[in-house]
C-alpha cells in the first residue's frame, strides 16, 4: 500500500515563498518591466527576494530603472510578502468556499494570533481589508500633505510600502528631502509602526476605542475596554525600543556634532531612524555617513524588529522582552521571569533563547560569508570599517530592515547571493526552517542521565 506524505504547513509556507521569488524574478526581467536597460538574473532575484521579504534592499534605483509596470509588480510582491502567503491562501480557500484543513488552521492560528478560539474567516478578512484600508488612509494622507512630492501613484506605492515594512521607495534618496516635514513624517512612522505591532494587536486597538465608549455610556464594565497583556507588552515594548534608539541617534549625531542643523530637525530625524529600523528600510539620514555608536545602536534595533504576527522581521520585540526578564530575574536572583505582573513559562524561554541563539548564528555565518566573498584575502589594514559595515548589511538583510550604508551596489555576485539568503531566512524566521526539520524527526521516548558542568 503506497503511503502519502503531506508537506507540513512550514514546509507549504517555505515553498509558497521561494515559488512567489521565482515568479517575481522572471517578470522583473520582461523588457515592459524596465526603462530599457538591462537586468541580470542575480540582481533580478535579489529584487524580488527583497520585495518579497519586504526588506528594501536595492542594487538599483527603483524610481528610475523599472517602469510603472515593473513598480506595480514590486508592489505586489512586498504586498503579498507583508501580508503573508498563508493569509492570502487561506483567504482564497474563503472566498471559493473550500474547507480548510485543521493543520492548516493551527498554522495560521500560532502564526497569527494567540487566542485559540478566534474565527479564522472572520480574523483573515479583517485583516486584509484592515490592511487595505490603514494603506488608503496613509496614501491619501501622503499626497495631500505633499502633492508635489507624491503623485497619487506614488503616495500610493510608498504607503504600502510603508505598512507592509518594505522600505520601497521611488526617490533616489530615500525620504530624506522630507527630514524636517512633520506631516510626512507622522505619516510614514505611523504606517511602519502599525505594520510592525501584529495583526492580532491591530484588530484588539480597532475594537478598543468602541469597547471603551460603550463602558463610558453604560457604566458597566467592558472586558474589551481593557488591553490584553499581549497587547500591553507589545505596546510597550515597542515604544521604549523606539524612544530609547532616538534618544542615542539624537546625541551621538546632534547633541555631539552636526552643528547649524534645526533642533526640531534633529529630533524628527532621530525618532524617524529608530522607528524605520523597526525593519522598514526608509531613511532621512545619511546611514553611509552615521557615527559608528549611532550604527552599533541601529544593528540592535534592526536585530530585534518588530511584533509576531506583523509585517516585520527580526527576532521581534516579544523575544526581546522575554530575554530582558530572563536576564533581569537571574540577576536579581528570582525564579521566574516576570513580565508585567505575569510570569513567562518555560516554553516561552526556550523559544526566545532558541530564537536568539539561532538568530545570532544566521547573522554571525552571513557576515563570515560576506567577509569572504568582499574582503577575501585582504589584511585588515587595508579594510578598515569594511567589517561594520558588512555586519550591518547582514543585521539588515536577517532583520528583513533594508537600511544599508552603502555597500549594497558594490557586492559581487556571490556576495548578494548571501544577501539574498539572508533575506529569504529572515522573513521565514529560524523557528519555521528549525519546524520543518522538527517535522522529520522523530521524538526520543528516553532521558539520558544528567550531570552538572561548571560554568563560568
Given at each position: 500500500m503506497?503511503?502519502h ?17 521565482l ?7 520582461l523588457?515592459?518591466?524596465r ?13 524580488a ?10 542594487v ?20 503579498v ?18 474547507r ?40 491619501a ?112 549625531e ?41 550604527l552599533?545602536?541601529?544593528?540592535a ?84 570599517g ?20 552603502g ?46 558542568l561548571?560554568?563560568?
Amino acid at each position: 500500500m503506497a503511503s502519502h506524505h503531506r508537506l507540513s504547513p512550514n514546509a507549504l509556507l517555505i515553498l509558497g515563498f521561494a515559488l512567489i521569488i521565482l515568479a517575481g524574478t522572471v517578470l522583473l526581467r520582461l523588457d515592459v518591466c524596465r526603462t530599457g536597460q538591462d537586468l541580470p538574473w542575480v540582481d533580478a532575484l535579489f529584487t524580488a527576494t527583497s520585495a518579497t521579504c519586504v526588506t528594501g534592499l536595492v542594487v538599483v534605483d527603483t524610481g528610475t530603472f523599472f517602469s510603472p509596470v515593473g513598480q506595480g509588480v514590486l508592489l505586489g510582491l512586498f504586498q503579498v510578502g507583508g501580508l503573508g502567503v498563508m493569509t492570502y491562501t487561506s483567504l482564497v480557500f474563503l472566498l471559493w468556499r473550500k474547507r480548510i484543513s485543521l493543520s492548516d488552521r493551527t498554522a495560521v492560528r500560532q502564526t497569527l494570533l494567540l487566542d485559540p478560539g478566534f474565527h479564522l474567516g472572520a480574523f483573515l478578512r479583517r485583516v486584509v481589508f484592515g490592511a487595505l484600508a490603514i494603506e488608503g488612509l496613509g496614501a491619501a494622507l501622503l499626497w495631500a500633505l505633499a502633492p508635489g512630492g507624491f503623485s497619487p501613484w506614488s503616495a500610493v506605492f510608498h504607503a504600502v510600502s510603508a505598512f507592509c515594512n518594505a522600505g520601497f521607495g521611488l526617490h533616489a534618496d530615500s525620504l530624506m528631502q522630507w527630514r524636517a516635514h512633520a506631516g510626512v513624517n507622522l505619516v510614514v512612522m505611523g504606517l511602519i509602526v502599525l505594520g510592525g505591532l501584529g495583526f492580532a494587536v491591530l484588530i484588539e486597538l480597532g475594537g478598543w476605542p468602541r469597547a471603551v465608549w460603550r463602558r463610558l455610556r453604560s457604566g458597566r464594565v467592558d472586558p474589551g475596554a481593557r488591553l490584553s497583556w499581549h497587547a500591553r507588552v507589545v505596546l510597550s515594548t515597542s515604544l521604549w525600543l523606539a524612544l530609547g534608539g532616538a534618544a542615542v541617534v539624537f546625541l551621538a549625531e546632534f547633541a555631539l556634532g552636526h552643528d547649524g542643523v534645526p533642533l526640531t530637525t534633529g529630533l524628527w530625524s532621530a525618532l524617524f531612524q529608530s522607528v524605520t529600523c523597526r525593519t522598514a528600510g526608509f531613511n532621512t539620514m545619511d546611514i553611509g555617513a552615521l557615527t559608528n555608536i549611532s550604527l552599533l545602536v541601529m544593528i540592535a534595533l534592526m536585530f530585534i524588529g518588530g511584533s509576531p504576527g506583523s509585517c516585520a522581521g527580526g527576532v521581534k520585540t516579544t523575544t526581546f522582552r522575554a530575554l530582558l526578564s530572563f536576564s533581569l530575574a537571574r540577576i536579581m536572583g528570582r525564579r521566574q521571569a516576570v513580565v508585567r505582573r505575569f510570569a513567562l513559562d518555560e516554553g516561552s524561554l526556550n523559544d526566545a533563547l532558541t530564537l536568539i541563539l539561532y538568530g545570532i548564528t544566521i547573522v554571525g555565518l552571513g557576515t563570515l560569508a560576506l567577509c569572504v566573498t568582499e574582503l577575501g584575502p585582504h589584511p585588515h589594514a587595508e579594510t578598515r570599517g569594511m567589517f561594520l559595515e558588512l555586519l550591518f548589511e547582514c543585521v539588515s538583510a536577517f532583520g528583513t530592515v533594508g537600511l544599508s550604508a552603502g555597500v549594497t551596489g558594490e557586492l559581487t555576485p556571490w556576495g548578494r547571493l548571501v544577501v539574498t539568503l539572508l533575506m529569504f531566512v529572515g522573513r521565514l524566521g529560524p523557528i519555521v526552517f528549525v519546524g520543518v526539520l522538527h517535522d522529520m524527526r522523530r521524538q526520543e521516548k528516553f532521558t539520558w542521565p544528567e550531570k552538572r558542568l561548571p560554568i563560568g
